[in-house]
């Protein structure tokens, strides 16, 4: 039987004009990043209504590999130490950061070729519409 390991953690900063919550999801080697947007300082109540009503809602990014596995370890002392240490240490990982460019980067480059399609669609309307108001004039009607 295959175990799947899930960790998810939550880091919130501020950027200098807002505070953000960048959500990182490591499922079976593989990272998944979000990111919100608070505003102001969110309270306690806005982040624990945000995880626990409003996580599906969330838009991670594509998964991207991801070698480090979440580590086991039983006791709960030492994991309370070791969030402690994270909490301390670090921010966001680059990873997050980087898999959130590149959807960025992906989105940006759908929405150019749909407007792309839409122009030309438009375009070819205003053509058709040309050829046809001049054929109406050359029957004569």
Known sequence: MQEIRVSSTLTVYHDG??????????EGGELRAC??????EPSGEEIQELVCGRWNALRFTDPIAHADAPKVVSNPKRR?????RELRLRGPS?????????EREASAQQRKACARERRELEKQRRFDLRQQKRKQ???GK
């Open 35 to 40: 990111r919100v947007v608070f505003g102001a």
């Open 80 to 84: 309370q130490r070791e969030a402690a």
């Open 17 to 26: 004009q807002f505070w953000v919550g960048m959500f990182e999801r490591v």
């Open 94 to 102: 680059t990873k997050a950061q980087q898999a959130l460019s590149e």
């Open 137 to 139: 004039k050359h029957r």
